[in-house]
Nanobody, 115 residues
Framework: QVQLVESGGGLVQPGGSLRLSCAAS????????MSWYRQAPGKQRELVAG???????NYVDSVKGRFTISRDNAKNTVYLQMNSLKPEDTAVYYC?????????WGQGTQVTVSS
């Protein structure tokens, strides 16, 4: 089993920045993909960014150039640096870890972008 704990969400004005963190604990394997998803009210959950254990990254087009995903293996933690935030980035952000064919989810953290 793997437990994921997210932190760093909150209320920010348009143009502002936030950094989300996701700490993994439990049965950790070195081969994995960690991702951030988000779900806005009335919308489907969407993949925002992902990173593999060899630092391959991918981003949804709407956040390219504004968001950066990174990881700290020593801390089993993945980060999502979000800059130039827009109201349309408002959503609950979820951390996901995929390892050995099993998907694990965090509880989610709310990000609200509003003036």
């Amino acid at each position: 089993q793997v437990q994921l704990v997210e932190s760093g969400g909150g209320l920010v004005q348009p143009g502002g920045s936030l950094r989300l963190s996701c700490a993994a604990s439990g049965t950790i394997f070195s081969d994995y993909v960690m991702s951030w998803y988000r779900q806005a009210p009335g919308k489907q959950r969407e993949l925002v960014a992902g990173i593999t254990n060899v630092d391959t990254t991918n981003y949804v087009d709407s956040v390219k150039g504004r968001f950066t995903i990174s990881r700290d293996n020593a801390k089993n933690t993945v980060y999502l640096q979000m800059n130039s935030l827009k109201p349309e980035d408002t959503a609950v952000y979820y951390c996901n870890r995929l390892q050995r064919g099993v998907s694990y989810w965090g509880q989610g953290t709310q990000v609200t972008v509003s003036s």
